[in-house]
């Protein structure tokens, strides 16, 4: 079975500066990988998503991730954080093919200092 | 409606009771699923339904867990006999569903907050 580890529990930044967060995940053959947001009192909503192609992807916000299958990551990144990006990040990963449901990392708390 | 609802936002039940939680997904999405989380945990996956297919119930942890869908609407996700450790957030999901290969995004509810005393 797939899992997901983010590294990172609880980070605190100040506005301006660039955020890293990492995520790795475990599953031998193809899969699709996500970035969910939730911010405060909000559902859980899409970042980014990567299927195929550039493994370089843009998602809302300013955020980009990077896959990099040889080091089964999917890091997500933002050059300068604003005190609107504080929330919680979960990154997710679902196989190519069969189940459709999610598998989620156990989340990054982001707090962005003003 | 705009988006997945679910009800009730918060539930504190005691140890032993059964639970009964409910999800409202978006109009039109055929695809439903429910998610648990725990206290400083991700989502873990519970049970997936697909139109009028067998439900996926691979993750639900205990057969004290079930859930049903009728149709394309409503979902409950019941809970028996609950313990301290069913505590957790509740998420449900509902999406589109395309041909293979195509992933529909999982818009998701604000979730159910179950407290087991």
């Known amino acids: 079975a797939q899992s997901v580890s983010q590294h990172n529990h609880h980070v605190i930044l100040s506005e301006a500066a660039s955020l890293e967060l990492g995520c790795n995940y475990s599953y031998g053959g193809t899969v699709n990988l996500f970035w969910y947001v939730q911010y405060p009192g909000q559902h859980l909503q899409l970042l980014l998503k990567y299927f195929s192609g550039d493994p370089l992807v843009k998602g809302i916000k300013g955020f980009e991730a990077e896959f990099i299958k040889s080091k089964f990551s999917f890091n997500l990144r933002k050059p300068s954080v604003q005190w609107s990006d504080t929330a919680e990040y979960f990154c997710?990963?679902?196989?190519?093919?069969?189940?459709?449901?999610?598998?989620f990392g156990s989340g990054t708390r982001l707090q962005v200092q003003p | 409606g705009a988006g997945v609802s679910q009800s009730p936002s918060n539930k504190v039940t005691e140890k032993g009771k059964d639970v009964e939680l409910r999800c409202d997904p978006i109009s039109g999405h055929t695809a439903l699923y429910w998610y648990r989380q725990r206290l400083g945990q991700g989502l873990e996956f519970l049970i997936y339904f697909q139109g009028n297919s067998a439900p996926d119930k691979s993750g639900l942890p205990s057969d004290r867990f079930s859930a049903e869908r009728t149709g394309e609407s409503v979902s409950t996700l019941t809970i028996q006999r609950t313990q301290q450790e069913d505590s957790a957030v509740y998420l449900c999901?509902?999406?589109?569903?395309?041909?293979?290969?195509?992933?529909?995004?999982?818009?998701f509810g604000p979730g159910t907050r179950l407290t087991v005393l």
């Open positions: 997710a990963v679902k196989p190519d093919t069969g189940r459709r449901a999610l598998t």
């Open positions: 999901a509902s999406s589109l569903v395309s041909g293979t290969g195509t992933y529909n995004e999982q818009f």
